[in-house]
């Protein structure tokens, strides 16, 4: 039974819906966990990438480049799902460098404190849940 979980196709017709739902989905998300920080945490309201408009900008930036990537992938991949799966996290590996070298001073962020990392550290970790989980279950044949 995994093996023919493993081997599902993508229907890349459902991408059509699930693409804009993913944005949505992933931009509203990451509005509230901002909101949050901002009101609970202490984040400045001034912090640059953590402004709403930033936020909301590279969100969708982001999400939409994992839909060219998932729509690559269900297109050339043998196991485009699970293959995507694999691809994600690595993505989601490299995507928690920013906030690590913003913390240590590796990467130019002035005012980065602790509440603003495990703010970004949580935006990165649920929007790949998001997307991957998504992508990867509401677009199988």
Known sequence: MASTISHKQVASRKLLWVGPLTLIVA????????????????????????????????????????????????????????????LALIALCFSLLTPIMALTGLFPAPGM????????????IITAAIVVGLLTTLTRK
């Open 27 to 86: 931009a509203l998300v990451n509005s509230l966990i901002r909101t949050l920080a901002v009101a609970f945490l202490g984040v400045p309201e001034s912090f640059a990438s953590l402004q709403l408009p930033s936020v909301i900008g590279s969100t969708i930036f982001f999400v939409l480049l994992a839909l060219l990537a998932f729509a690559l992938v269900s297109r050339f991949a043998r196991r485009p799902i699970q293959f995507y799966r694999v």
């Open 113 to 124: 404190n602790l509440p603003i990392f495990w703010t970004m550290l949580a935006m990165h």
